[in-house]
């Protein structure tokens, strides 16, 4: 049992760290959640910004677009044109994401510096890309709204979980393996 222990020991170190961190982190972005029900965003900070962001590069990208909170409602309402299109509810704005990012990337941690730094640029890119997300969700309904399942089904899972796959692929291959090859030249 003691070699076998032994034998798999990265692996155990590997899941329970990412297991320890992603449930810190659920529990802490679940208490963000039950104070924010206390505010008078709803449904939550971040939601509202990730769906105000998301209207100012509709804006930008020529778009009229509007964003609006209904009383009651624990979403927001994007419209382009005039048009309702979205609700950007809370699962719309990638932190459950990023906590998932953020615990692979610790539990195949690197130097500090190396993990601090990947899961700071890691996570500003993931909430850059799911503004950019909903903006082509948007659009994409705004133009083919019958194709909403295939908008919102596909483009969705490919876009962020595709990215943060990339992401984390980057990461083992460009630092973990650095790790590695650094503690055996230093055991030679």
């Not at 209904?70 to 979403?75: A, L, N, T």
């Given at each position: ?14 899941i ?24 008078h ?9 990730v ?27 994007l ?17 459950s ?22 899961i ?69």
């Open positions: 049992m003691k070699t076998l222990f032994k034998t798999y020991k990265p692996v155990i170190r590997f329970v760290t990412f297991l320890a961190v992603y449930f810190i982190m659920s529990l802490g972005y679940k208490w963000y959640l039950d104070v924010s029900k206390t505010t965003y709803q449904p939550d900070y971040i939601t509202y910004q769906a105000e962001q998301t209207q100012v590069l509709l804006n930008v990208l020529g778009f009229k677009s509007s964003i609006a909170l209904q009383e009651g409602e624990q979403w927001v309402r419209y382009l044109n005039d048009i309702y299109i979205v609700r950007v509810i809370e699962g719309c704005n990638a932190i994401v990023i906590i998932l990012f953020i615990a692979f990337i610790v539990a195949f941690a690197s130097t500090i510096k190396k993990t601090v730094m990947y700071l640029a890691g996570t500003v890119l993931i909430y850059l890309v799911n503004v950019l997300r909903i903006a082509i969700i948007s659009i994409g309904l705004y133009y083919y709204p019958e194709s909403e399942h295939l908008i919102h089904g596909v483009v969705f899972p490919l876009i962020i979980y595709g990215m943060v796959f990339l992401l984390w692929v980057y990461w083992v291959n460009n630092f973990v393996k650095l790790k590695k090859k650094n503690a055996e030249h230093s055991a030679v």
